[in-house]
C-alpha cells in the first residue's frame, strides 16, 4: 500500500511533521510550532481585518484579491452600505385612507 497516510486528525500528521523537524535540527517543539504557525497566523489576521492588501511570506509566495476582485468587493460594500442607508430613513406617512 502506497500513498500518504490518513488519519481523522490532521494535527496529528502536523505533530509528526514537527516532531521530525525537531529530531533533524535540533531544536525545541515549541520553537517549531511557532515558526511554522505564525505566518499562517499573521495571515489570517490581516484578512480577517478586510484590508485588501498583498501579503508577501517567504518561501510561501504571495497571498492576496486580485486587483479585479477587489474592485468587485469595494463595490459590493459600497452598494451594500447605501442599501443599509435607504432602509433605515423614514417611509412617508400612508394617506390611502385606511388605519
Known amino acids: 500500500m502506497g500513498g500518504v497516510f490518513k488519519t481523522d486528525k490532521p494535527y496529528n500528521v502536523e505533530q509528526n511533521i514537527r516532531e521530525k523537524i525537531c529530531i533533524r535540527r535540533n531544536k525545541q517543539m515549541y520553537l517549531i ?3 511554522t504557525h505564525s505566518p499562517f497566523k499573521f495571515i489570517f489576521e490581516v484578512m480577517k ?5 498583498v501579503i508577501k511570506v517567504p518561501y510561501l509566495g504571495k ?7 477587489k474592485r468587485y468587493l469595494e463595490q459590493q460594500a459600497k452598494e ?3 442599501k443599509g442607508n435607504t432602509d433605515n430613513q423614514e417611509q412617508p406617512p400612508d394617506n ?3 388605519p
Open 33 to 35: 510550532k511557532a515558526v
Open 49 to 53: 481585518s478586510g484590508e485588501l492588501k
Open 63 to 69: 497571498f492576496g484579491v486580485k486587483p479585479g476582485r
Open 80 to 82: 451594500k452600505a447605501e
Open 96 to 98: 390611502s385612507g385606511k
